[in-house]
C-alpha cells in the first residue's frame, strides 16, 4: 500500500532462450548497514518461504529502502511477512497494521514524523511512505514495525532547498545486477561508503529469464526464483521478492536513498512499447498483460514515486548545483529497427516519445542549475565498429545480436532513433545548453565519451554534452561471455573502436563494478571501480579510472585520481 505522511502525527491514504545480444546489448566493439540483516536473509524466494515457515512471524524479511528524495521528504519502503504462507507473489496473507518512524538519530530518541499504514496482499504486502515536512539536505533514520518485531534501521536523506546554493554532491552509479551472474559485491562496496548522497540505479535491477537462460546452466553462480521466464504478476513479484533477500542488496538500500529507474529487463529483453525481443504472445499471452504486470510489481516493490502516466521519467534537483533528468525509455519508443533496414533515420521512429521528449527538451533549456544530470538507460554517443578486426567482430556481434557482415549499429540505444537524437543535441546547441552530462548503464561496460554535434566531422563539429557509461553489477560482459581471462581480446577491440569513434576517450570492456559521480560547481568526474570476482561474496572493489568535465568545456578528460 501506498500511503502520504507528514510530520508527527497525520496518517491519510494516497491514492525460455534469450537472444545473445542481451549479453552486452552494445559495444559491439569487443554505518548503517545491519549486520544481522545478512544472517536472516537468504538468496532465493524457497529459501524464504521455508525460512519464514521455520521462524516467527510477522518478519520483515525484505528489508527496508527509501528513494525519490526532496528537499522536505523521502520515499520509503519495506515488504511485511505477516504469515508464513504470505510469500512474495502468493496472493496470501492478511491486511496488517505497519507502524514507521522517522528520527534524527540513529537511536531513536528524537523521532520527528511517525504513522500507520497496512500491508495487504492487494499490494503483495509491500509498504510505501511518502514523508514530508522533514529539513532539506539532512540525515534522517527510519524504520518500520509491526506489533513488537521491529525492521532493520536504515539511514536516508533529503536534498537541499531548490534556490540554495550548494558546494557538491556525490552519487553511487550502478545498473545491470543479473542474480544468476554472480554476487552483488558493488552494492556492498557502495554501502559501505558514507560520502554519498544518494545511489542512482540506471535500469536492469532484476532480469527476467529462466534460470540457466541467461547465462548458460554451468556458468549460474546461484539460482533465481521462480526458476521458470517471468510473465505473470506473481512471477514478477516473486522476483523482485528474490533479489531483495540478497544481503548487499539490503545494505545498500539501508545505507543511502536509491533513485532509479527501469529498462528491458524489469519487463523483457528489447522491451519496446508494443512487445519485446523476450516475449513470444503465442506462448507468453497478450503483452499488455505481461508489461501491466511488471509496471504492478516494479511499483510495489520499489521505492520509486509512480511518474506521468505510471512511468519513471520525472526530475529531481540537488539545490542550485545539478537537476536530474530521468527517463523512461521504454514505455513510449518504437520497435527497434533492423539493423541495415535504413529505418533508424526515420523521423516517425522515436525511443522517448513525443511528450517526454518535448517534457526533457523545457527541462533542460528551463534549467538554471550549473549541471544538468540526464539518467539514460541506453547509451546515447553514436558508436560505429567499422575498424574492429574481423577476427573479433564475429564472435562479439554474436553476442550482441548484430550482423557478422560488419554492419555497426545497435538500434537498441539512441543510435537506432536517430531523429530523436538529432533533436535533442540540436536543441542544446540552439539554446546554448551547457554543462550536460548524459549517466547510462545498460551495456556492461565502461564508457567516458563526447556527444558530438556531428560524429563524422567531430571533434570541429564540437560537443553537446558528454556521458559516463556505467558497468555491469554481476552481467556478463565480454571476458564472461567469450571466457577468456580480462583484457585478452578487449585491449584490441577497444583500441579500434577509439580509433574509429573519436570521441570516445575510454571503454573498459571486461570489468564488472560500479561508479561515484562528484558534482561541485567547477566540475562532473566519474570515478570508476571494479570489483575482483563477481562470483565470489567477499569480492574487493579497486579504483581504475577516473574522467571528468570541467564547466563549460562540454568535453571529457582523464584525471589521476578520484575524488
Not at 184 to 206: K, N, T
Not at 503 to 514: A, F
Request: proline share 5%; charged share 20%.
Amino acid at each position: 500500500m501506498t500511503s502520504q505522511f507528514t510530520p508527527a502525527t497525520g496518517v491519510s491514504p494516497a491514492t525460455g532462450t534469450p537472444s545473445r545480444r542481451t549479453a552486452l546489448k552494445a559495444a559491439a566493439a569487443t554505518a548503517l548497514v545491519a549486520p544481522a540483516l545478512a544472517a536472516t536473509t537468504v538468496s532465493s524466494a524457497h529459501a524464504v518461504s521455508a525460512a519464514t515457515a521455520a521462524s516467527a512471524t510477522p518478519a520483515f524479511l525484505h528489508g527496508v529502502a527509501s528513494g525519490d528524495p526532496l528537499p522536505d521528504g523521502v520515499l520509503l519502503w519495506t515488504r511485511l511477512t505477516p504469515t508464513a504462507e504470505a510469500t512474495p507473489g502468493s496472493g496470501l496473507g492478511p491486511d496488517t497494521a505497519v507502524a514507521w518512524e522517522v528520527a534524527e538519530d540513529k537511536a531513536f530518541t528524537r523521532v520527528v514524523a511517525r504513522g500507520t499504514t497496512t500491508a495487504s496482499a492487494a499490494t503483495d504486502h509491500t509498504v510505501k511512505v511518502d514523508v514530508r515536512g522533514l529539513r532539506q539536505a539532512t540525515d534522517y533514520y527510519f524504520r518500520f514495525s509491526c506489533g513488537d518485531v521491529l525492521s532493520p534501521a536504515a539511514r536516508t536523506r533529503t536534498t537541499p532547498a531548490a534556490d540554495s546554493t550548494v558546494a557538491g554532491v556525490r552519487f553511487g552509479v550502478v545498473s545491470c545486477a543479473n542474480w544468476e551472474s554472480g554476487y552483488f559485491s558493488p552494492y556492498r562496496h557502495l554501502a559501505a561508503r558514507s560520502d554519498l548522497d544518494a545511489v542512482l540505479h540506471l535500469g536492469d535491477y532484476i532480469y527476467e529469464y529462466a534460470t540457466g537462460g541467461y547465462p548458460e546452466p554451468k556458468y549460474v553462480v546461484r539460482q533465481h526464483q521462480p526458476r521458470h521466464e517471468i510473465v505473470t504478476l506473481a512471477d514478477y513479484r516473486l522476483r523482485h521478492g528474490t533479489y531483495k533477500t540478497d544481503p548487499d542488496l539490503q545494505a545498500l538500500h539501508h545505507r543511502h536513498p536509491v533513485v532509479a529507474i527501469w529498462d528491458d529487463h524489469e519487463f523483457a529483453n528489447d522491451t519496446w512499447s508494443g512487445g519485446a525481443e523476450n516475449h513470444t504472445p503465442e506462448t507468453e499471452g497478450d503483452w499488455s498483460a505481461r508489461v501491466a504486470a511488471a509496471k504492478q510489481a516494479y511499483f510495489e516493490w520499489m521505492p520509486v514515486r509512480t511518474s506521468t502516466a505510471g512511468t519513471v521519467y520525472r526530475r529531481l534537483r540537488w539545490g542550485k548545483l545539478a537537476d536530474l533528468h530521468l527517463l523512461d525509455l521504454r514505455s513510449f519508443r518504437s520497435q527497434q529497427a533492423s539493423v541495415g533496414s535504413g529505418k533508424v533515420d526515420d523521423p516517425d521512429r522515436t525511443i522517448t516519445g513525443r511528450a517526454q521528449l518535448d517534457w526533457l527538451k523545457s527541462g533542460l533549456a528551463a534549467s538554471d542549475a550549473s549541471w544538468k544530470l540526464v539518467g539514460t538507460s541506453v547509451m546515447i554517443s553514436p558508436i560505429a565498429f567499422g575498424s574492429v578486426p574481423a577476427h573479433l567482430f564475429e564472435p562479439i556481434a554474436e553476442l550482441v545480436g548484430l550482423p557478422k557482415e560488419g554492419i555497426a549499429v545497435n538500434t537498441d540505444q539512441w543510435d537506432g532513433y536517430t531523429d530523436d537524437r538529432k533533436e535533442l543535441i540540436g536543441h542544446l546547441k540552439d539554446r546554448s545548453v551547457t554543462n550536460t552530462v548524459f549517466l547510462t548503464g545498460d551495456i556492461h561496460m565502461s564508457w567516458a565519451n563526447d556527444v558530438p554535434v556531428k560524429a563524422a566531422t567531430y571533434p570541429s563539429s564540437g560537443s553537446a554534452g558528454v556521458e559516463f557509461v556505467i558497468t555491469s553489477v554481476t552481467s556478463d560482459n565480454l571476458d564472461d561471455m567469450l571466457h577468456v581471462a580480462p583484457q585478452t581480446v578487449s585491449l584490441v577491440a577497444a583500441t579500434a573502436v577509439k580509433a574509429a569513434n573519436r570521441h570516445v576517450k575510454y571503454v573498459d570492456m571486461d570489468s564488472h563494478g560500479y561508479g561515484v559521480l562528484d558534482v561541485t560547481p567547477e566540475h562532473s568526474q566519474m570515478d570508476y571501480y571494479s570489483v575482483s570476482d563477481k562470483t565470489r561474496k567477499d569480492a574487493t572493489s579497486t579504483w581504475r579510472r577516473s574522467y571528468r568535465t570541467l564547466t563549460g568545456t562540454q568535453h571529457v578528460e582523464r584525471v589521476y585520481a578520484p575524488r
